[in-house]
DNA sequence: GTCTATATGCGGATAGAC
DNA sequence: GTCTATCCGCATATAGAC
């Protein structure tokens, strides 16, 4: 673990931003090393080929994600209530940024066709989220029950992300968090 | 209006089934001319350019489903719990197809960071489907209330169609269309 | 209307100097 | 580790014969 920030993690940090915004395919090594202030050639560097770069970017967002918000709902000694309503808005802050949504479901729905091996990263992430919502749930009811209700939760929380996107309207991503309890 | 199915018709229903399936960038004009046994400049033919062909796509698969599902909604000799299990199954066979979900979602989340032109036709059949579902829960309910619970049904189903397709697990989907009522 | 041929540019990826 | 230069293939799109 370096002492200052590594400049490939500046890398994935940048390229991060870039592919949640326009999506894997649509995300050129032009584009990435324009924004990263590095030479196309140079990610071979640091990176095998696009496919490795996706799978260390993504897992990159994935222990940020984990670390700063889901980690959050096993803070037992904090009220269900009180939890929840810090991880919607801290959620919030993440769907809204940049205007992107959820760069877990952009990948999920622009490759799910291909059997790209970086989805597993974002399966693990999802099962992430649910067990986190479905840990707080429990508080009040039995496990497959509460399994169900964070199921659900995070269904409609990417349905509405889904609709703020197209419609270019936040209201629907408010409703979503705001009804997580 | 032709007799018989015109060519450009088929060539609409077969590049649908692939850009629904794989997207609009990940589909080249050489998949597209192979699956349609027409040559790749044969499309400048009948579409301006690649935009020009998508959004005759979104046309094309929009009519049907408003045509073939959402009008379903406006039966109102049916009771409402029959329309809604009628077109719960019909909507499931759509979803279900190919393994590649709701086109629509698909290029919502691929291209809602552009300013795509075609993304007006999106914006117009999710307006028809909540309108839809408007319609029916408008006979026990007020309209804003019957709107609010249409609009999050949508975004139950749509969050359910992603889970389905990234756990290849259908139990997501069919949960949501079964609780429609 | 349908074909062949091809223009033109961008995509990912590599070689090899420094 | 970082650079320049470049390969090769595929993408969209067009020209023009038949």
Redesign the interface.
């Known amino acids: 673990m370096p002492l200052v920030k590594t400049s490939k993690e500046e890398i994935l940090q940048k390229s991060a931003v870039l592919i949640w915004?326009?999506?894997y395919?649509?995300t050129s090594f032009a584009d990435l090393s324009k924004a990263c202030a590095i030479r196309n050639a140079h990610f071979y560097y640091y990176f095998k080929d696009k496919e490795d770069l996706m799978a260390q970017v993504l897992q990159y967002v994935a222990n940020h994600v984990k670390s700063k918000i889901f980690d959050l709902a096993y803070q037992d000694n904090l009220p269900a209530a009180q939890r929840l309503e810090i991880m919607g808005r801290k959620l919030k802050t993440l769907y809204c940024r940049n205007?992107?949504?959820c760069m877990f479901?952009?990948i999920?729905?622009?490759m799910?066709?291909t059997d790209a091996p970086f989805?597993e990263i974002?399966?693990s992430i999802?099962g992430d989220f649910i067990a986190a919502l479905t840990h707080i749930y429990e508080i009040d009811m039995p496990g497959p029950a509460a399994n169900?209700k964070a199921?659900?939760a995070?269904?409609?929380?990417?349905?509405?992300i889904?609709?703020m996107?197209?419609?270019n309207d936040k209201s629907?991503i408010d409703?979503?968090l705001n009804n997580l309890l």
Chains 1, 2 share one sequence.
């Open positions: 915004e326009q999506g395919k649509h205007n992107s949504g479901a952009n999920t729905l622009e799910a066709h989805l974002v399966r999802f169900k199921v659900r995070v269904q409609q929380i990417e349905g509405a889904m609709m996107r197209l419609y629907y409703d979503a």
